[in-house]
């Protein structure tokens, strides 16, 4: 039985909507954490425009060595994960992820300077890294700033900048590429975040408290409503107890499987586009904006039927079998006809992305707030354990085949376990805090 939070009668139901300048949570937060993710996506997404347009040749390496510089990002990634959701947790996810916006501005950029293959991959593992804190340091930010019935909703806002800006980058980045050459390419899409970090800085705060744009009645009505919330889920004592959590450890291998998915579309499909179709590197980046296009729409409309029913896990497993069978489709017609074949290409990207919203929602409704974070980081990291799979593996294929077949299958595979594993986590019984706060008044 799948895992869906239960409706508690003992959390404590505040009328938000009382309090009107609340709204402009969703006119500062909400932009301010789509354009940062906008920007990450920006820095990792275009390797396979540069790959596309002759990265290898350019420097003199093999293919495999460029499969590898593109799975190295994300090797990277996987390294700092929990120390920097730590550090956004116990002191200021808006300092850290204006750090990382800096760092990675500037070693996306010398990606196009660095002539190095040895020197690539390093920075190529930086940038990884620099990018690690994001996601983990964003969704802990969210969690102060917006309450249970809107969880989905914002975290669909801000995983929405990956669909959004591979929809918009595919279409401008071929282009960019043909007037510039890749090297500029990677320059111009790098230096923006450098520029975006200090917006950063002085829009955002780590909490109601902090911000001036709202009164001092509406930040304590918000944060009391946070802590009635946090008041109805299991207390967990550490974050070691959390880890040995069954549920934890199935979260971690089932995003580890979609992630193989994701990343290997993401980081590939312009070359899977260009050798199945034969067409320019412009024409190519805009029949590549053409999943994610979809992806957006889908995500939109899960999270909102997810947050209006309360539910997660049912908005979750059946899209990403419907992206593993889409997959296999694309398997089963690559080479027989390119457009039937991107078609299902085109449903398999909208379906593996359209649950991203609810499922970063069960987290923080299955743990408390004091290890929440912390275990979205491990998901995170195996998620990027996946990502390096997916991208080293979908690239090597790729390369030793090619054709774009056996990527296929490998993403087929890899999305239908992780929507079948979403189906066995276990249920959790959330507490009645009104009757935990009665029992102990008569215990005194």
């Known amino acids: ?173 071929g282009y960019i590429i043909k007037a510039f050459g890749w090297q500029m390419t990677f320059i111009i899409e790098g230096l923006p975040s450098v520029l975006w970090g200090v917006v950063w800085y002085f829009v955002i705060r780590d909490k109601p408290e902090d911000a001036a744009w709202i009164s001092k009645e509406s930040a304590q009505e918000l944060t009391a409503t946070l802590a009635s919330e946090q008041g109805v889920i299991p207390k967990v004592a550490s974050l070691t107890v959390a880890l040995r959590n069954p549920n934890v450890i199935l979260l971690c291998l089932q995003y580890f499987f979609w992630s193989i998915g994701v990343y290997g579309f993401v980081l590939w499909l312009p070359v899977m586009i260009r050798k199945g179709s034969s067409q320019g590197i412009g024409a190519t980046g805009l029949l590549s904006a053409i999943p994610y296009a979809v992806a957006a729409l889908l995500m939109i409309v899960v999270s909102f039927y997810s947050d209006r029913t309360a539910q997660r896990t049912r908005f979750v497993w059946p899209f990403l079998i419907l992206a593993g069978a889409a997959f296999f489709g694309s398997y089963l017609t690559a080479g027989m006809n390119f457009f039937v074949a991107f078609g299902f290409l085109i449903l398999a990207g909208g379906a593996m992305y359209a649950p991203y919203g609810p499922f970063f929602a069960i987290i923080p409704e299955m743990l408390p707030g004091n290890v929440a974070g912390e275990v979205t980081a491990l998901i995170n990291s195996m998620g990027a354990l996946g990502s390096f799979l997916g991208s080293y593996l979908v690239g090597y294929l790729q390369a030793s085949t090619g054709n774009s077949k056996a990527g296929y299958l490998l993403m087929s595979v890899a999305l239908t376990v992780s929507g079948i594993l979403i189906l066995v986590l276990r249920p959790v019984q959330q507490v009645d805090a009104m009757a935990e706060t009665s029992d102990l008044a008569l215990a005194e």
């Open 1 to 173: 039985m799948a895992f869906e939070p239960s409706q508690s009668s003992g959390a404590a139901t505040t009328d938000l909507s009382k309090y009107p300048d609340l709204k402009r949570r969703w006119l500062y937060i909400i932009p301010a954490v789509f354009v940062t993710y906008s920007l990450a996506y920006v820095d990792r997404a275009n390797y396979g425009f540069g790959a596309a347009a002759g990265l290898a040749e350019t420097l003199h390496i093999t293919a495999a060595q460029s499969a590898l510089l593109g799975s190295l990002f994300f090797f990277g990634y996987f390294i700092f994960q929990i120390p920097g959701a730590a550090y956004a947790r116990k002191r200021s996810a808006r300092k850290l992820i204006f750090l990382s916006l800096i760092s990675w501005g500037i070693l996306a950029s010398l990606t196009g300077v660095i002539k190095s293959y040895w020197w690539l991959a390093a920075d190529r593992l930086l940038l990884g890294a620099a990018e690690s804190f994001i996601l983990p340091g964003m969704l802990i930010l969210l969690t102060k700033w917006f309450t249970r019935s809107e969880r989905s909703r914002t975290n669909t806002m801000l995983i929405l900048g990956n669909p959004v800006t591979v929809l918009w980058m595919s279409a401008v980045t």
